[in-house]
Nanobody, 126 residues
C-alpha cells in the first residue's frame, strides 16, 4: 500500500522560502513519480512539480519554473520541494501526490494508480 506523509508549509513573506517534504513508500517498482499539486482559494487544483522515482524526469509548472526545485531521496523515501522567491500567487493548500504511471497525472493524463496525501497550507503574505 502506497503511503504519503507530507510536512512543511506555513506562513512566509513575499520573497521568502519554504521547504515541503513528503515521505512516500509502498511502491512496488520504479514506474512511480511523486510530487505536489496545489489548490488556491476559489481555483482548481493544479500540478506544481513532480520527480520520477529514478530521478530522470522532473516536471515544473510554468508558474514555478526557476523558483522551485524538487528532489527525490531514495534512501529516505522522501520527496522535497524547495520553494524560493515566493509570491502571493503561491498561496494555497499543497497536496503530496504520486502515481505509478511515470508522472502522467501531472500532464493531465489520468492514471489508474494515483495516490494522494494530506494537504499542507502555504500562505505567502505581501
Amino acid at each position: 500500500e502506497v503511503q504519503l506523509q507530507a510536512s512543511g508549509g506555513g506562513l512566509v513573506q513575499v520573497g521568502g522560502s519554504l521547504r515541503l517534504s513528503c515521505g512516500a513508500s509502498g511502491f512496488t517498482d520504479d514506474s512511480f513519480a511523486v510530487g505536489w499539486f496545489r489548490q488556491a482559494p476559489g481555483k482548481e487544483r493544479e500540478g506544481v512539480s513532480a520527480v520520477s522515482g529514478r530521478s530522470d524526469m522532473a516536471y515544473y509548472a510554468d508558474a514555478v519554473k526557476g523558483r522551485f526545485g524538487i528532489g527525490w531521496d531514495d534512501a529516505k523515501k522522501t520527496v522535497f520541494l524547495q520553494m524560493n522567491h515566493l509570491v502571493p500567487e503561491d498561496t494555497g493548500v499543497y497536496y503530496c501526490a504520486a502515481d505509478e504511471c511515470h508522472g502522467s497525472m501531472w500532464y493531465g493524463i489520468p492514471c489508474a494508480r494515483e495516490h494522494w496525501g494530506q494537504g499542507t497550507l502555504v500562505t505567502v503574505s505581501s
